[in-house]
C-alpha cells in the first residue's frame, strides 16, 4: 500500500477499536434495507416505472410511484421526488416559500441555519428574492452549549409563528447533530405549545442514518437532496420532499405554477436510476457511517478535536475535525482528492462558492458533480479550519481518502504518527 509504515499501523489498530460500533451500522443497515424493500414490494415497483417522460408529463407512472414509494419508506403522506430540484436548498426553499407568506413567523430552533439557508431567509444575509424581501419574519433560538433549548422554545412562539425549522446536520458549526429522538422531542414540544405550528425538519445527511426518519417521530414536513444519502449515489440530481398531504400540495405549487402543482413535471433522467438508488440507500450510507466512525478514529489518535468523537451518537452521516490551520485544511483536501476515483490529479483550491460568505475548499472526485454521499471534504477559510467529511460509497475507498489525508499532514507537520 503507498502508505508509511506509522499509517499502516494506525489503520490497524483503528480498525480493531471500532469492530463493536461497525457491527451495529451494520444492523441498522440490514433493518432500513428491508423496510425499503419492503415498500418496494408493497408498491409493486415495475420496470414500466423506470421509463422517462417528456412535455407536461401529465399521468407520468414512473414519478408517481416513485412519489408513492418515498413517502411510504419516509412514513409520510405524500411526497415530491423531481429531477427539477437543483439542490437541497432549493428544495428546502420550495417548502419555505410555498408555504410560508407575508406576516407569518419563521423560527429555526437549531440556531443560525447553513450558510446557503441564510441567503434564502435573508435576514442575516442580504439576499435578493430572499424570505425577508417577501415580508416573512424570522428568528433564532439561540443554542445552549451547542444544544437546542428546548425549556425556552415556548419564549420563542408567538401567534404569528406559522413555521419552525430544525436542521438536523451541524453545517458548517461544531454543534452535536440532532438525533431522532431529539427531533421527536423538539416536535412534541413545538405542537404541545402551538399545535399549528409546523415543523419543518431540513434532514439533508440525516436519511437512514437511524431507524426512523423525522417524518414518523412528529415533523410535520421535510426535504433534503437526492444526491446526499437516499440517492445511493446513483441520483444524478434532484431532491424531495415529504410530509402532510397539504404541505406537500403548497410546496408544488411553488415548484411549477399555483394551479398545476404535482401535476407536471417530465422524467427526464431514467427513473431507474432514482429506484435503484433509493434501494441502495441504506448499504451506502453504512458504508459512509463506518467511513466517518473511521476518520474520527484515525484523527483522535493524532491528537486532533472531532466532532462527533468516535463514542458519540451520530444523527448523520458527516464527521467534523479541528486542524486548527489554513496549511493543515488545505494539505486534509490535497490527501482525499488524491485517492479519489475522478480528477484524483487535481490539487483543490479555495474559491467563492455560491451561496457562501467565506471562501470554500471542497476536494470532490465524484462520479456526480458535488455529490455528498461520494466521498468529499470541504470547509470554510476560517478559524479554527474545520474540515467536514462526508459520504462515500464503499468503505475501502475512504479508508484510502483518510490514510491519505493523514500522510499529507504527515508530511507538512513532520510529525511522527505514534498510534
Request: overall charge negative; hydrophobic content about 40%; glycine content about 10%.
Amino acid at each position: 500500500m503507498p502508505f508509511s509504515s506509522r499509517v499502516l499501523a494506525l489503520k490497524e489498530q483503528v480498525l480493531k477499536d471500532l469492530e463493536d460500533p461497525f457491527r451495529k451500522i451494520e444492523k441498522i443497515s440490514e433493518e432500513n434495507t428491508l423496510k425499503v424493500l419492503t415498500e418496494m414490494r408493497n408498491c409493486k415497483v415495475s420496470d414500466i416505472h423506470f421509463n422517462t417522460s417528456s412535455g407536461y408529463a401529465y399521468d407520468d407512472i414512473g414519478r408517481t410511484k416513485l412519489e408513492e414509494l418515498y413517502a411510504r419508506v419516509f412514513g409520510a403522506e405524500d411526497a415530491l421526488v423531481r429531477t427539477q430540484f437543483v439542490s437541497g436548498t432549493h428544495a428546502l426553499a420550495t417548502v419555505l416559500f410555498g408555504i410560508l407568506r407575508p406576516g407569518d413567523r419563521l423560527v429555526s430552533l437549531t440556531g443560525a441555519p447553513y450558510d446557503t439557508m441564510q441567503t434564502v431567509i435573508g435576514h442575516a444575509v442580504s439576499s435578493p428574492g430572499s424570505l425577508k424581501e417577501h415580508g416573512v419574519l424570522y428568528d433564532e433560538l439561540s443554542l445552549e452549549n451547542g444544544l437546542v433549548a428546548i425549556d425556552q422554545i415556548d419564549a420563542a412562539l408567538d401567534e404569528k409563528t406559522k413555521m419552525v425549522l430544525i436542521q438536523r446536520s451541524r453545517g458548517y458549526s461544531m454543534r452535536p447533530t440532532l438525533c431522532i429522538k431529539d427531533i421527536q422531542a423538539i416536535c412534541e414540544k413545538v405542537h404541545h405549545l402551538k399545535p399549528d405550528c409546523i415543523c419543518f425538519v431540513d434532514n439533508c445527511y440525516g436519511e437512514f442514518v437511524e431507524l426512523q426518519e423525522p417524518t414518523q417521530v412528529g415533523a410535520d414536513i421535510m426535504a433534503g437532496s437526492l444526491i446526499k444519502n437516499p440517492g445511493g449515489g446513483l441520483a444524478p440530481t434532484g431532491g424531495y420532499i415529504a410530509g402532510r398531504k397539504d404541505l406537500i400540495e403548497l410546496a408544488s405549487y411553488r415548484l411549477t405554477a399555483p394551479g398545476m402543482g404535482a401535476e407536471l413535471g417530465a422524467s427526464l433522467v431514467n427513473n431507474r436510476l432514482f429506484f435503484q438508488g433509493l434501494f441502495l440507500a441504506p448499504h451506502v450510507v453504512s458504508q459512509a457511517m463506518k467511513g466517518a466512525l473511521f476518520a474520527a478514529g484515525v484523527f483522535e489518535k493524532l491528537g486532533y478535536t472531532t466532532y462527533p468523537k468516535t463514542s458519540d451518537a451520530r444523527g448523520d452521516i458527516i464527521q467534523a475535525i479541528e486542524l486548527g490551520s489554513e496549511d493543515k485544511l488545505l494539505a486534509f483536501c490535497g490527501g482525499i482528492q488524491k485517492y479519489s476515483p475522478v480528477d484524483s490529479f487535481v490539487k483543490p483550491e479555495p474559491w467563492d462558492m455560491p451561496g457562501y460568505t467565506d471562501q470554500i475548499i471542497m476536494a470532490a472526485g465524484t462520479f456526480v458533480q458535488g455529490a455528498s454521499i461520494e466521498f468529499s471534504a470541504d470547509g470554510p477559510l476560517r478559524a479554527p479550519y474545520n474540515v467536514y467529511l462526508q459520504g462515500g460509497l464503499t468503505f475501502e475507498q475512504i479508508m484510502f481518502g483518510i490514510l491519505g489525508a493523514a500522510e499529507e499532514i504527515e508530511n507538512l507537520t513532520k510529525k511522527i504518527l505514534v498510534p
